[in-house]
């Protein structure tokens, strides 16, 4: 192992939804003298997942919600973190009852006939029926993948959650043409969560047929909802763990609880050429930590080398601040990471941390109502390779 840290598994178990458990134990451990005692070397598996050439992601869109007061008066009014995110009345699954009286059933019986191919006249609904429609966005990022013989492939993760928002990110990136012409083999869903999953009926407004790989953990509404957006392509539910998909790209899925009752996240593991290990997520509900652990206790890759993170990275997605948040920053330094590209719940406040302290994270242009150059925001690029 080339770095300079003897990394241990001492995370299991530990991280929420918003990152508290993560937090607590690195604020009991970070600084004690007794830590390396408490975590025991583990046996690496070493898994060969292969190794492709480059990784170009796309940021289509990481903004999943325009303001945090209005989301968060949401949730609190509704009934809090735990409450079934179907029932919170947001777009698009409106019954026109008022905030925490939603439900699925009544929601989609409303707009079902209009997908995927009719967004228009199902969004005209859903600002009736819905709640904080305005302040729906979403999540979305392309990866363009060139394989060691120079072969081209084209992966969706996720698929944000505002109709209207959602399909105008698609057509300012051209997302549109290439799920039209088939360049885009694939939709990976990180999550069941609104702002990554809800926008599903965007993508299959242009490739129906496309196949989509979604995390073990998803409730029934969640997979009702593919078949109600009109779906008729592959649907590949991932176990738990380690899933293969091309030589140098895998998905993991992490079964953790998380807020707005939602289980199970699958984050994406590059094993790039001659650099090292890109990790790709979208909203790493498992913790950094635990992300990067889990890839150095099961994962081959090259020269041992933690090459580059990107996605939302969850420490402070309400850009709230605990000092205990200070120990995972400091934390972070022990991965050494040589890039970092870091937006959507990472927050902006922990961004401009890892600016601050030093960390190499590649800045944004805060374009199309991006907030921040700290974060790689909407339209931004990022290459590995």
Aim: aromatic content about 12%; overall charge negative.
């Amino acid at each position: 192992m080339n770095k300079s840290f003897d990394r241990r598994t001492f995370l299991k178990g530990a991280t929420t939804g918003v990152g508290l458990g993560l937090v607590g134990v690195m604020g009991l451990y970070s600084y004690s003298p007794l830590r390396k005692a408490h975590f025991p070397n583990v046996d690496r598996k070493m898994t060969d997942i292969g190794t492709l050439k480059s990784v170009h992601v796309t940021n289509i869109s990481e903004t999943s919600w325009f303001e945090n007061a209005v989301l968060m008066g949401d949730i609190k009014k509704a009934g809090g973190l735990l409450v079934n995110q179907y029932d919170y009345n947001w777009p698009p699954f409106g019954n026109g009852k008022g905030l925490g009286k939603g439900s699925y059933e009544e929601g989609i019986a409303k707009i079902k006939q209009y997908l995927p191919h009719d967004l228009e006249k199902a969004w005209s609904i859903i600002e009736q029926e819905c709640v904080s429609v305005e302040n729906a966005g979403g999540f979305a990022a392309l990866l363009d993948i060139e394989e060691l013989d120079g072969t081209k492939r084209k992966f969706l993760l996720d698929s944000g959650w505002s109709y209207k928002w959602m399909d105008e990110c698609f057509k300012r990136e051209g997302i549109d043409a290439m799920l039209r012409d088939k360049e885009i083999e694939a939709l990976i869903i990180s999550h069941e969560h609104f702002d990554h999953y809800w926008g599903l009926p965007v993508t299959l407004k242009y490739d129906p047929d496309i196949t989509i790989y979604i995390p073990e953990g998803f409730y029934e509404e969640g997979k009702q909802y593919i078949k109600d957006s009109g779906h008729t392509g592959k649907l590949i539910e991932v176990k738990n763990g380690l899933n293969k998909i091309i030589p140098g790209l895998a998905t993991y899925v992490f079964p953790v609880p998380i807020i707005c009752r939602v289980f199970g996240e699958q984050s994406i593991y590059c094993n790039v050429k001659d650099k090292g290990l890109v990790s790709v997520t979208g909203c790493c509900h498992q913790g950094i930590i635990q992300f990067a652990e889990t890839a150095y206790n099961e994962l081959k890759y090259e020269n041992d080398n933690f090459y580059g993170i990107y996605g939302g990275l969850h420490i402070s997605p309400f850009d709230d601040w605990d000092p205990k948040y200070d120990d995972l920053v400091i934390s972070l330094r022990n991965y050494d990471f040589d890039v970092i590209g870091c937006n959507h719940c990472t927050g902006l406040v922990c961004a401009n941390k890892f600016i601050q302290a030093g960390y190499p994270v590649v800045r944004g242009t805060a374009q199309h109502r991006s907030k921040d150059t700290a974060y790689l925001g909407n339209g931004d690029t990022i290459t590995f390779g």
